[in-house]
């Protein structure tokens, strides 16, 4: 039985980590990587998350599977330059926002194309930082998905569900707003909180007391800039709407300590403590 | 070998973990605990947190060790009811603000006070939330060392580095100012950040999409309301300032996004990157 072939272009922690799944879950597959960083393509075939490198977008567009794990502004300039693909071609994109993207798809490859947003990632970034179970149990949110072929929609569904991850459906408009509250404005807070700290006077010996709050909370602030100036960009007004709420509540706060409003500040965390009630 | 007398006050996460961690490194110690919470006190022994509960403030100070393992406001009231205390005994508080407890404690008694704040913590709480390894790798703070007897430094010393704790001696003013930017104003960021997003209309459907860097943000917003009004209330000045620190940095993120300022808005972001640099 001939391979199953995979095209992987950007093979950093989302497209190397998707490779090493795939790979623990069956020898299926035959992994075609593409990445304008030249030391990337060689530390992906060293790590064996790709069998082979290329720049040809012909060879490319015989995968049958093509995964777009790139900044969103390039999976947008990626996507326009696909004349023409395979009727039995599904082409995934990875981008953490959506409704711009699934915009810019031209009609002749609609059907071929499955705008996919996996709701995991780490703070690190580039081929070794791929890591075998970054998709297991996690969630996958599968945007505008009847707009695809039923080949494509089956074949991006076995996908994801193969290396464990459960399935959301979800327009890509309600898919930007979501993401912007669950984890674009995170990030912005996550960079603000970094900075503030160190701006300090003193800054290393305020972050050698760090405990695991705020070792938690600055996580992500060593999130790669590249990849989220484009992510703000990419979804501007809704990362503002998410950040003006944020703000509104942290407003609410500074108030009530300035105002010494104990019983109502008691009362506003006991509110916050009930997200445990609705997260896992 | 008579056994070493502990008595812990607050059977809770600090307190019962202490215990724990004591009993794990050595047969040594006799625990005598006490807790206004009923619950709190038969959990703690079925536990085995204490070998025995009293309510008895002349039983408590026979110990060798006293353990303020309660909020601050009670630390405080606390410390003011010991009339006297026996020259070897040590009383250590875990209080996350110190400059007013450190001015509250009565000369007659000063020699016999330790101020520590342990950088641990989870965002759990109760006798069942204790952890035996809570303590161990991280930092505590000392707080106006020159002012304990020789013999409480040593004691505390000593039972700190015997749960694997590393030593930071600062006064209690500086300790209040770093707590406020490394935890205090972190915790008001995540119950401010968990606020918005349980606000949002469909907040159930938003949380579902919850990756790792909303969990991690949003994890100490769990945390106890009664605890941290009480920080908040001892720290104010300087939580007010640190949230002031945040504000301006967030209100440049909002800025930077809003005017498409992108190169700004990366540079700042690999600014933030640099926190990996001075922290571990």
């Known amino acids: 039985m001939s391979k199953i ?125 791929a890591l075998e179970d970054l998709y297991m149990d996690k969630v996958v949110v599968l945007c505008d998905l009847e707009k695809s072929g039923t080949h494509q929609q089956e074949v991006a569904k076995k996908l994801f569900t193969d290396i464990g991850m459960q399935l959301v459906c979800m327009g890509s408009k309600e898919h930007d707003r979501h993401a912007a509250f669950i984890s674009h404005m995170p990030h912005a807070v996550s960079f603000s909180l970094a900075n503030s700290v160190i701006t300090q006077e003193g800054s290393k010996s305020i972050v050698a007391l760090a405990g695991g709050g705020f070792k938690d909370m600055s996580r992500i602030a060593k999130s790669s800039p590249n990849m989220w100036e484009d992510i703000f960009r990419q979804n501007k007004t809704n990362v503002l709407e998410a950040l003006a709420a944020f703000e509104v509540e942290l407003d609410r706060c500074r108030e009530m300590v300035q105002n010494e409003e104990w019983e109502r500040l008691n009362a506003w965390m006991q509110k916050a403590n009930s997200l445990h009630d609705i997260l896992s």
């Open 5 to 129: 072939k995979i095209g992987i272009v950007g093979l950093g922690l989302m497209g190397g980590s998707l490779s090493l799944a795939l790979q623990k879950q069956s020898e299926a597959y035959y992994f075609i990587g593409m990445d304008h960083n030249a030391l990337h393509c060689s530390q992906a075939l060293e790590l064996g998350l790709v069998d082979e490198i290329t720049d040809s977008l012909v060879l490319l567009k015989t995968c049958d599977i093509i995964i777009l794990s790139i900044p969103v502004d390039s999976i947008i300039a990626m996507i326009k330059s696909f004349d023409s693909l395979p009727q039995t071609c599904t082409l995934i994109d990875l981008g953490s926002t959506k409704e711009k993207i699934s915009l810019s798809v031209p009609a002749h490859i609609r059907e071929n194309f499955v705008a996919a947003h996996p709701m995991t990632g780490t703070e690190k970034f580039g081929p070794t930082a």
